[in-house]
Structures are given as structure tokens and as C-alpha cells.
């Protein structure tokens, strides 16, 4: 009997559990009084539980009414939300947007804009990565993603579209007790290349037998920017970082930027875009999550953060 059990029924349960009284709840639902009566009276009878206790003048949810009565919102409120994805849905929004991110983009601008698509598109559930190097394209190319955040690299992909969302500074920093932190001048090339260079390792198969960026024929390989990070700090290596991670390391003398031959005294510019795949556009999720970007990073985000 349990299966007959209809929304109807849990409908007008909720209604005269909250109104306080089955005539009160039948001009909530503009019916008759003798209609809720005999709604809730139905559902009693299939789950074989009184509901209610009606001894007094208004009837009074009993303790295992209570307990149902939670159950009974579950319901309603799973199948409002059903309801809801699906029109929204047919409007052409996605079901979830996923996302693949730099690990080089910020992740305070990340969080913002998630924070932001959680209140713009609250029945859409948002899926994010982190990824560096060529693995921050793979699920693109793949279809796990439908967007990508990710770092120019020196590989076409012909499948794929690009739409500029600003650009980030990558600095050369050693430790301020590093050797190279103390030249004096501008560092040429073979300098560096005495001393270990610590490269993010691309953990994907899309730049195998290139190198980006690399100058040392010592390199270190690490998995992870956070361990470069702290590698870099604490004196194993130099190497590349964005600006935006090590500005406070700068500022209080544990990392010193070098001034390295054919490196602009500035940083690198390192262009950041939005990437899909150009047989399939982004829809109003997704669209929405491009231009958030774009308009933070305009607005005091990426193009901010300039060495001086």
C-alpha cells in the first residue's frame, strides 16, 4: 500500500501539520475541510500510522506524526527540487558545470567565483579541478570537463577554442640564503645552470619530450606547486612561481626575484583562458562562469598582481 501513496496526500499531511488544524489548511490548499479530512485519513490508513491525534478540539501531530512529518518534507522538498532542475534544464542550462583550473590561477578569485555560481545557479552543481601543465587539458580533450581554466602552452589543439580571461606573472625566485640570490647583476643563462632548477612536473602524456621553461640541465621534478613552493623557500632550488604566491615571500626577504638573462625585469606575462571544445559551446552556466572571471580579473584580480 505504500506505493499509493501520493504527493496529494503529503502535501495536505505538511499543510495541516503547519496550519495547526484541518479546516485551516483546507483554505491554505482551497479545498473543503471534508477533502483534507479525507486525504490524510487515506494516508493513515496506507502506512498504518495515525498521524494525528484528534481527542481535542485541534488535532495534534502524535510523536510517530512528528517523525513522519520530516519525512514527509524530504519528499516535497526532492521533488520541488526534481521539478525545478528539469525546467531548468529544458531551458538549455547543464545538469552540472566542470571545470578543470589552473593550478597557477588564484585560487582566491575561484572561490569567489564559486561562491558567486552557488547563489546564481543554486540547483547546479559545480565540479572543479586542479591541474597544472598539459593534465589541466586532458580532461578537456576528453569530455570530463566541458571548461577549462587553464595556462597558454606551446601545443595546438585543434579540437579546442580559447577565449582570453587575463594573464598572471610568473617570477624567478630563489631563496634570500641561495647562492644565485646574491650575484649582484643580471644572471646569465650558465649561471643558472649550476644550480638545481625546480620544475613542475606535467603529469600528463601531452608534453612528453618537452620541456617548458626549463634552463638547468639539474632539474628537480615535483608533482605538486605547493612543494615547489616550500622547496623554494627553504633553499633546494630556484625556479618559476606566480607572482600572486610568492608576493608576501618577497616582500618579507625569504624569496628574492632574480634578474635573469632574456627574462624581463618584470616577470613573465603568462595569458590565462577559458577552453572548450569548439564542437560544443559553453551553456548559461558556463557562460556565466567565463564572463565572472573576466570580470574579475579586469576589476582588481590577475592584472593586478605587478612586480614592482
Same mark, same amino acid.
Given at each position: 500500500?505504500?506505493?499509493?501513496?501520493?504527493?496529494?496526500?503529503?502535501?495536505?499531511?505538511?499543510?495541516?501539520?503547519?496550519?495547526?488544524?484541518?479546516?485551516?489548511?483546507?483554505? /491554505?490548499?482551497?479545498?473543503?475541510?471534508?477533502?483534507?479530512?479525507?486525504?490524510?485519513?487515506?494516508? =493513515?490508513?496506507?502506512?498504518?500510522?495515525?498521524?494525528?491525534?484528534?481527542?481535542?478540539?485541534?488535532? /495534534?501531530?502524535?510523536?510517530?506524526?512528528? &517523525?513522519?512529518?520530516?519525512?514527509?518534507?524530504?519528499?516535497?522538498?526532492?521533488?520541488?527540487?526534481? /521539478?525545478?532542475? +528539469?525546467?531548468?534544464?529544458?531551458?538549455?542550462?547543464?545538469?552540472?558545470?566542470?571545470?578543470?583550473?589552473?593550478?597557477?590561477? %588564484?585560487?582566491?578569485?575561484?572561490?569567489?567565483?564559486?561562491?558567486?555560481?552557488?547563489?546564481?545557479?543554486?540547483?547546479? %552543481?559545480?565540479?572543479?579541478? *586542479? =591541474?597544472?601543465?598539459? +593534465?589541466?587539458?586532458?580532461? *578537456?580533450?576528453?569530455?570530463?570537463?566541458?571548461?577549462?581554466? &587553464?595556462?597558454?602552452?606551446p601545443v595546438a589543439f585543434p579540437s579546442l577554442v580559447s577565449e582570453r580571461i587575463g594573464e598572471l606573472v610568473l617570477v624567478t625566485v630563489a631563496a634570500a640564503s641561495h647562492p644565485l640570490a646574491n650575484v649582484g647583476h643580471r644572471i646569465p643563462k650558465r649561471t643558472l645552470a649550476r644550480h638545481v632548477q625546480l620544475v613542475l612536473t606535467d603529469r600528463s602524456s601531452l608534453m612528453e619530450g618537452q620541456d617548458y621553461?626549463?634552463?638547468?640541465?639539474?632539474?628537480?621534478?615535483?608533482?605538486?606547486?605547493?612543494?615547489?613552493?616550500?622547496?623554494? /623557500?627553504?633553499? *633546494?632550488?630556484?625556479?618559476?612561481?606566480?607572482?600572486?604566491?610568492?608576493?608576501?615571500?618577497?616582500?618579507?626577504?625569504? &624569496?628574492?626575484?632574480?634578474?635573469? =638573462?632574456?627574462? %624581463?625585469?618584470?616577470?613573465?606575462? &603568462?595569458?590565462?583562458?577559458? *577552453?572548450?571544445?569548439?564542437?560544443?559551446? %559553453?551553456?548559461?552556466?558556463?557562460?556565466?562562469?567565463?564572463?565572472?572571471?573576466?570580470?574579475?580579473?579586469?576589476?582588481?584580480?590577475?592584472?593586478?598582481?605587478?612586480?614592482?
Open positions: 500500500m505504500l506505493d499509493g501513496v501520493s504527493l496529494d496526500q503529503l502535501r495536505t499531511f505538511i499543510a495541516a501539520a503547519d496550519e495547526g488544524s484541518f479546516s485551516a489548511a483546507a483554505r /491554505k490548499l482551497n479545498r473543503v475541510q471534508s477533502a483534507v479530512s479525507g486525504w490524510v485519513g487515506g494516508l =493513515e490508513e496506507q502506512i498504518g500510522v495515525v498521524l494525528f491525534d484528534r481527542s481535542g478540539r485541534f488535532p /495534534k501531530l502524535t510523536a510517530e506524526g512528528v &517523525l513522519l512529518l520530516a519525512d514527509a518534507r524530504n519528499v516535497i522538498s526532492g521533488v520541488d527540487t526534481l /521539478k525545478a532542475r +528539469a525546467k531548468l534544464m529544458t531551458s538549455g542550462l547543464e545538469a552540472e558545470l566542470s571545470v578543470v583550473v589552473d593550478v597557477f590561477f %588564484p585560487t582566491d578569485i575561484v572561490s569567489a567565483a564559486a561562491k558567486a555560481f552557488a547563489s546564481q545557479f543554486p540547483l547546479t %552543481p559545480l565540479r572543479l579541478f *586542479v =591541474e597544472g601543465l598539459g +593534465a589541466g587539458y586532458e580532461p *578537456v580533450l576528453d569530455e570530463r570537463c566541458s571548461l577549462g581554466i &587553464l595556462a597558454a602552452l621553461g626549463v634552463m638547468s640541465p639539474s632539474t628537480w621534478r615535483l608533482a605538486d606547486l605547493s612543494t615547489k613552493h616550500a622547496f623554494l /623557500k627553504d633553499g *633546494v632550488g630556484w625556479g618559476s612561481m606566480p607572482l600572486h604566491m610568492v608576493e608576501s615571500d618577497i616582500a618579507a626577504g625569504r &624569496l628574492v626575484v632574480l634578474d635573469v =638573462e632574456g627574462m %624581463p625585469p618584470s616577470g613573465f606575462m &603568462l595569458t590565462i583562458s577559458a *577552453v572548450h571544445q569548439a564542437s560544443t559551446s %559553453p551553456g548559461p552556466a558556463g557562460r556565466w562562469f567565463i564572463d565572472h572571471l573576466k570580470a574579475s580579473t579586469a576589476s582588481g584580480g590577475l592584472l593586478e598582481h605587478e612586480l614592482t
